[in-house]
Structures are given as structure tokens and as C-alpha cells.
Nanobody, 125 residues
Framework: QVQLVESGGGLAQPGGSLRLSCAAS????????TGWFREAPGKNREGIAC????????YYTDSVKGRFTISRDNDNDMVYLQMNNLNFDDTAVYYC??????????????????WGQGAQVTVSS
């Protein structure tokens, strides 16, 4: 059974940091492109970062560029999202998704086959 699980969400102050983790069961996460998306209250889910499966090339949306870093740990088959310099607009439920069977990232959530259950990130003073 294919399953993704996010962990590491929580509460942070503006300017603070959090790291999200994405783990998979039922397949090798690192073999395919993995994306991080987020869904803020009243807004559509948006893609914020992605890492290719074949060459680990990374992509970021403008609002997180320079603050967030997506990375992969092949030894532990994990994908991480390091979030620094958080601000109020980063408050959202964060999801990791896999483009199961595909090596390259895509900005459309419809092209991601499986999703985790989501991790809440709240930025508050």
C-alpha cells in the first residue's frame, strides 16, 4: 500500500524555522519527483517546492525562494522541507506529494499520484 506521512509541523514565531519531513511506505520515495504543497485557510492548494527524482534538481515558488529548502536523504528515503525566516503568510497545512512513476517535477497538483495527510504549520507571535 502506497502511503506518505508528513511530520514536523507546529507553531513558530515570525522569523523562526521549522523542518517538515516526508516519509513513504510501499515504494521508494527518492525514485520519483516529490513536491511540497500548502493550503492556507480560504485559499487553493499551491505548489511551493519540488525535487526531481532523477537528478534532484529543485524548484521553488517565488514566495518561498531563498527561505525554504527542499532536500532528499536517500539513505533514509526521506524528503525534507527546511523552512527559515517564517512569516504569517506561511501559515497553512503542508502536504507532500509524489509523482509516482515520474522523474520530473510538475507544478500541477493533479499530476501528483499520492499525498500525505498534511502537517499544520502556524506562524504566530
Amino acid at each position: 500500500q502506497v502511503q506518505l506521512v508528513e511530520s514536523g509541523g507546529g507553531l513558530a514565531q515570525p522569523g523562526g524555522s521549522l523542518r517538515l519531513s516526508c516519509a513513504a511506505s510501499g515504494f521508494t520515495l527518492g525514485a520519483y519527483a516529490t513536491g511540497w504543497f500548502r493550503e492556507a485557510p480560504g485559499k487553493n492548494r499551491e505548489g511551493i517546492a519540488c525535487i526531481n527524482g532523477i537528478d534532484s534538481r529543485t524548484y521553488y515558488t517565488d514566495s518561498v525562494k531563498g527561505r525554504f529548502t527542499i532536500s532528499r536523504d536517500n539513505d533514509n528515503d526521506m524528503v525534507y522541507l527546511q523552512m527559515n525566516n517564517l512569516n504569517f503568510d506561511d501559515t497553512a497545512v503542508y502536504y507532500c506529494g509524489t509523482r509516482w512513476g515520474k522523474n520530473y517535477c510538475d507544478g500541477s497538483e493533479a499530476r501528483y499520484a499520492y499525498w500525505g495527510q498534511g502537517a499544520q504549520v502556524t506562524v504566530s507571535s
